[in-house]
């Protein structure tokens, strides 16, 4: 029968902890899964074992170390959230009028091969063919306003 050493319950929470870290990617369990498998292998190449408070406190400091470096990272990475999506990438995007927008009524608005529900931002009348620009989202409508 084979005795676990404490090196093997380091490893092993490291390895638990990095498979956490995939299921919860807050750059957390990473650290503490880095911390543990490298105390789990200083307590292996530790020909006398070191003693298990010493393991806790190498893990600790190893950990907080490591978490600070990851957690750099880590706000760089999730803060890249990319741009918007849905309806609410059309804000900026021109198009052009595929049916008239009356003054302070609806129009059709044509964009990428999309027609879209269409309201004037200045409520003035818009004609057919004309380019315009989505300033906004309204619901389902976007508003736009002519482009010269």
Known sequence: MIAIQPWHVWIILGIIFV?????????FFIALGI???????LSLLNPV?????LQIVIF??????????????????LRNTGGETNVFALKGKTGKISKAIPAEGRGYVKI?????????ADAK????????????????KLVVEKTE
């Open 19 to 27: 498979i956490v870290e995939i299921f919860d990617p807050a750059f």
């Open 35 to 41: 911390g543990a498998i490298a105390t789990g292998l």
């Open 49 to 53: 074992g070191g003693s298990i408070p």
């Open 60 to 77: 600790a400091i190893l950990s907080f170390v490591t978490f600070l470096f990851t957690r750099k990272l880590g706000k760089r990475v």
């Open 112 to 120: 990428g091969g999309e027609e879209w529900v269409a309201v004037a």
């Open 125 to 140: 009348a818009i004609e057919a063919d004309a380019k315009v620009t989505v300033l906004e989202i309204d619901g389902n």
